[in-house]
């Protein structure tokens, strides 16, 4: 039965689908896991998700090729990322291959909620693991539950792939040695005033800096950065408090090996900006969003791809990647994986 959705007209939000997958962990050991219909949970109010913030969470998504497959994106690094999260946090790590046989359960369960071709639309999987049993004493909790929904979502950005305005931001994301290379529920807590007062003060998005020295660029909220010199290369920050996105990583690929650009992964100063031509912002949920223009407490720094398209560049590498992703272009082995 199709499911009745307006595909063009979705923004990034919940649409609650019929079908999510459970395991829980409790005595040592996982659930077998399971699909439920009930998207209910039922937690101590001392659960250590809900004291302590014991949470980590993984974001990809599941596409319709143009042969009419039913595809996600590099799922395996999706669960390698939710392991080291889980580590770092101090949660147990899933058994091989739950993660994987959630995500295609979850995706079969709720074809119909796979957006068509062309759409622009696709479906986002969202898995995630907290600490459910009562802990007072700060200190990991003993049972967990591990789950993952799936919701229909269209672009992150109002507006498409309309460059955005993003400001340089006062407040820390993420400290050296703390947890921004992993995908801390808490991460995302500690932004939300740094969002909603940068949306107030009229910018799309936050440019976070090191904590440490305030001179580089780390990442937004929700996505990596990406940079086009004037000469045509491409810059991606690196440091350890990045979290270390799957799309970035997939578009320094593409860049090199099917646009034969030449790709730089290196810290990047915040005085480097007025040398870029082009700036993107990376991830799952952003895919490739442009920046058209950046304040710095005053001063603007005007892209020079401008406020009304994309960069040359940018827009090359956007169709690269979502030419891969809808199976319109070759993807690299290993990159699609097919949900029968
Ligand atoms: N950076 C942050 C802080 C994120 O939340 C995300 C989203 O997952 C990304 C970067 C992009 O990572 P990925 O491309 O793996 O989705
Ligand atoms: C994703 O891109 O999957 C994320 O988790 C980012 C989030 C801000 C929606």
């Known amino acids: 039965m199709a499911v009745n959705i307006d595909w063009s007209s979705l923004g990034f939000g919940y649409i609650k689908t019929p079908y999510r997958f459970v395991a829980r962990y409790k005595d040592g050991k996982w659930s077998e896991g399971e699909i439920v219909t009930d998207d209910k949970i039922v937690i101590s109010e001392c659960a250590g998700v809900l004291q302590y913030a014991q949470t980590a969470f993984e974001g990809l998504k599941a596409y319709t090729t143009a042969d009419g497959k039913t595809v996600t994106f590099r799922p395996d690094l999706n669960a390698e990322r939710m392991a080291q999260s889980a580590a770092r946090l101090e949660m147990p790590i899933l058994?091989?291959?739950?993660?994987?046989?959630?995500?295609?359960?979850?995706?079969?369960?709720?074809?119909?909620?796979?957006?068509?071709?062309?759409?622009?639309?696709?479906?986002?999987?969202?898995?995630?693991?907290?600490?459910s049993s009562p802990v007072i004493g700060v200190k990991p909790a003993e049972e967990y539950e591990f789950r993952l929904f799936a919701t229909p979502v269209g672009p992150y950005f109002?507006?498409?792939?309309?460059?955005?305005?993003?400001?340089?931001?006062?407040?820390?994301?993420?400290?050296?040695?703390?947890?921004?290379?992993?995908?801390?529920?808490?991460?995302?807590?500690?932004s939300l005033h740094a969002i909603v007062d940068a949306h107030r003060q009229g910018y799309d998005e936050n440019m976070y800096l090191d904590a440490a020295t305030r001179t580089y660029i780390e990442e937004t909220g929700g996505a990596n950065f990406l940079f086009v010199t004037k000469d045509g290369k491409v810059v991606t920050p690196k440091s350890d408090s990045i979290l270390p996105s799957i799309t970035r990583r997939s578009l320094c690929y593409v860049a090199e090996k099917y646009l034969g650009l030449t790709v730089e992964h290196r810290p990047v100063k915040l005085?480097?900006?007025?040398?870029?031509?082009?700036?993107?912002?990376?991830?799952?949920?952003?895919?490739?969003s442009p920046v058209g223009k950046i304040v710095d407490h005053g001063k603007e720094i005007c892209l020079p791809s401008g406020m009304d398209s994309m960069g040359e560049i940018t827009q090359k590498l956007y169709d690269a990647l979502t030419g891969i992703q809808m199976g319109s272009i070759k993807a690299p082995d290993g990159w699609l994986y097919e949900i029968k």
């Open 158 to 190: 109002k507006g498409g792939v309309k460059p955005i305005t993003i400001r340089v931001c006062d407040f820390d994301r993420a400290a050296p040695h703390g947890t921004g290379h992993i995908k801390a529920g808490l991460n995302y807590a500690m």
């Open 271 to 288: 005085s480097e900006l007025d040398n870029f031509a082009e700036c993107g912002l990376c991830g799952t949920a952003a895919v490739i």
């Open 95 to 131: 058994p091989d291959g739950m993660f994987m046989r959630a995500v295609e359960q979850v995706v079969a369960a709720n074809r119909e909620y796979v957006p068509p071709y062309g759409s622009g639309a696709t479906l986002y999987l969202r898995p995630y693991m907290f600490g």
